[in-house]
């Protein structure tokens, strides 16, 4: 157990890179990041992002895609479509962009309120046309569900319903997941979250990532740090999918997993006594 499930997974890992939503909308359209309160350039995460997938020899290469139908809930001109709780500290007449409203369930949902972006099929969904597509490289949709927003591209924001990319991972035996794109502090950061919390040892690249607000993007990697994943740059990256540089924190964070299946399994063991 000790040999198959720790150390052949430290000295052997097997890598995903996961390029979040590097979407046009993002970068130059309706919901341009540059218009907020970081003022980041969506776009500069491309050329890391890029030289990574050519000089990297990652196992795995997945693309997010944000992937709205037209009566989705976050955008902020289908306010009307939907009947606020009484909960909501904000009414529809006062409710601005970026603003966080709740709407009647069930189930209840705290919904923060988005320019119209990524709407399914048309240019300011698709994938920035500089960024390098591999031929072996998976697209995952998410935001689907019109109903309920979807930042992390595991599971929608109220965990009623995961994305392909959970069972993607695991038919590939993946081990190690590295995570960039836009928005550092929103999709992205929610996903690297979702990662460690499902098991993998989760790698953020901070160079390859541009965020909305810079309070946020700390809280971001303080919350990666504290769950046992690994804040690293660009450069750092081929030496950890190659084997040579081996990071304690992400061992670390593997034997937690593996003691806490084991303590799982022990009280399964016991309810079945």
Same mark, same amino acid.
């Given at each position: 157990?000790?040999?198959?499930? #720790?150390?052949? =997974?430290?000295?052997?890992?097997?890598? *995903?890179?996961?390029?979040?939503?590097?979407?046009?909308?993002?970068?130059?359209?309706?919901?341009?990041?540059?218009?907020?309160? *970081?003022?980041?350039?969506?776009?500069?995460? !491309?050329?890391? !992002?890029?030289?990574?997938?050519?000089? =990297? @020899?990652?196992?795995?290469?997945?693309?997010? +895609?944000?992937?709205? @139908?037209?009566?989705?809930?976050?955008? !902020?001109? $289908?306010?009307?479509?939907?009947?606020?709780?009484?909960?909501?500290?904000?009414?529809?007449?006062? *409710?601005?962009?970026?603003?966080?409203?709740?709407?009647?369930?069930?189930?209840? +949902?705290?919904?923060?309120? #988005?320019?119209?972006?990524?709407?399914?099929?048309?240019?300011?969904?698709? +994938?920035?046309?500089?960024?390098?597509?591999?031929?072996?490289? =998976?697209?995952?949709?998410? /935001?689907?569900?019109?109903?309920?927003? &979807?930042?992390?591209?595991?599971?929608?924001?109220? %965990?009623? &319903?995961?994305?392909?990319?959970?069972?993607?991972?695991?038919?590939? /035996?993946?081990?190690?997941?590295?995570?960039?794109?836009?928005?550092?502090?929103?999709?992205?950061?929610?996903?690297?979250?979702?990662?460690?919390?499902?098991?993998?040892?989760?790698?953020?690249?901070?160079? *390859?990532?541009? /965020?909305?607000?810079?309070?946020?993007?700390?809280?971001?990697?303080?919350?990666?740090?504290?769950?046992?994943?690994?804040?690293?740059? &660009?450069?750092?990256?081929?030496?950890?999918?190659?084997?040579?540089?081996?990071?304690?924190?992400?061992?670390? %964070? +593997?034997?937690?997993?593996? $003691?806490?299946?084991? !303590?799982?399994?022990?009280?399964?063991?016991? &309810?079945?006594?």
């Amino acid at each position: 157990m000790c040999w198959n499930r #720790w150390i052949k =997974v430290c000295t052997r890992p097997k890598s *995903a890179f996961l390029v979040v939503d590097v979407q046009n909308d993002f970068i130059s359209g309706s919901l341009n990041i540059k218009k907020c309160a *970081a003022r980041h350039d969506g776009s500069e995460v !491309i050329e890391p !992002i890029n030289k990574l997938l050519d000089s =990297v @020899p990652f196992d795995n290469v997945f693309y997010s +895609l944000d992937w709205h @139908p037209d009566d989705h809930v976050s955008f !902020i001109d $289908n306010l009307n479509l939907r009947e606020l709780d009484e909960s909501s500290g904000i009414t529809k007449e006062e *409710a601005r962009v970026y603003d966080t409203v709740t709407f009647k369930g069930p189930p209840i +949902l705290k919904q923060r309120l #988005w320019p119209r972006h990524c709407v399914q099929d048309s240019w300011g969904a698709e +994938l920035h046309r500089d960024l390098k597509i591999v031929e072996h490289g =998976v697209k995952v949709y998410k /935001g689907t569900n019109p109903e309920v927003d &979807s930042y992390s591209v595991f599971w929608d924001n109220k %965990k009623l &319903s995961e994305t392909s990319l959970s069972s993607q991972l695991q038919e590939r /035996g993946v081990t190690d997941i590295y995570v960039c794109g836009v928005a550092y502090d929103v999709c992205v950061g929610a996903t690297a979250i979702d990662a460690l919390a499902s098991g993998y040892r989760t790698i953020l690249i901070d160079d *390859a990532c541009r /965020g909305v607000d810079l309070v946020d993007i700390e809280k971001t990697k303080a919350n990666v740090i504290g769950s046992h994943g690994v804040i690293v740059t &660009s450069g750092q990256v081929k030496a950890m999918v190659e084997g040579r540089d081996r990071r304690p924190e992400l061992g670390y %964070k +593997l034997a937690m997993e593996i $003691n806490k299946g084991k !303590i799982y399994t022990k009280q399964s063991k016991q &309810s079945e006594d």
